[in-house]
Nanobody
C-alpha cells in the first residue's frame, strides 16, 4: 500500500491543524494506521494509532489530538488542537499489522508516507 500524508503547515501555539493520510488501497481499514512524528535531532516517536476502530494516543497528545477514519476515502485523519511548540516536527503515517503490545513501535509498521512538516510557533 502507498501512503500520502498531507495537511502540515506553520501555525501559532493554540491553533489547530488536520493532517490526512490517504492510502492507495480500499482495504485500508484492515490495517492498523499510526501517526509518528520526528523533531529535529530527535528520534521518531509515536503520536497515535487506530486499530479496528479503537484509537490509542501518546500521553503528550491525549485530549488534544483525535484520529478519525474515512473508510470510503481510504483516509485516516489526525486532528490536532491546542498545538504547542513541542508538537513541531515532521509527521509520518504508517500502516501495518502490529501486535497490540507493539502498536507504539515503528517496527510494527511496514508502510510509510513521506511525511508532512508541522511547525508551531510560540
Amino acid at each position: 500500500v502507498q501512503l500520502q500524508a498531507s495537511g502540515g503547515g506553520s501555525v501559532q501555539a493554540g491553533d489547530s491543524l488536520r493532517l490526512s493520510c490517504a492510502a492507495s488501497e480500499r482495504t485500508f481499514g484492515s490495517y492498523t494506521v499510526a501517526w509518528f512524528r520526528q523533531a529535529p535531532g530527535k528520534e521518531r516517536e509515536f503520536v497515535g494509532a487506530v486499530r479496528s476502530g479503537r484509537t490509542y494516543y501518546d500521553d503528550s497528545v491525549k485530549g488534544r489530538f483525535t484520529i478519525s477514519t474515512e473508510n470510503a476515502k481510504a483516509t485516516v485523519n489526525l486532528l490536532m488542537n491546542s498545538l504547542k511548540p513541542e508538537d513541531t516536527g515532521v509527521y509520518y503515517c504508517g500502516a501495518g499489522w502490529p501486535i497490540l503490545s507493539n502498536i507504539r513501535s515503528m517496527s510494527g509498521y511496514s508502510y510509510w508516507g513521506q511525511g508532512t512538516q508541522v511547525t508551531v510557533s510560540s
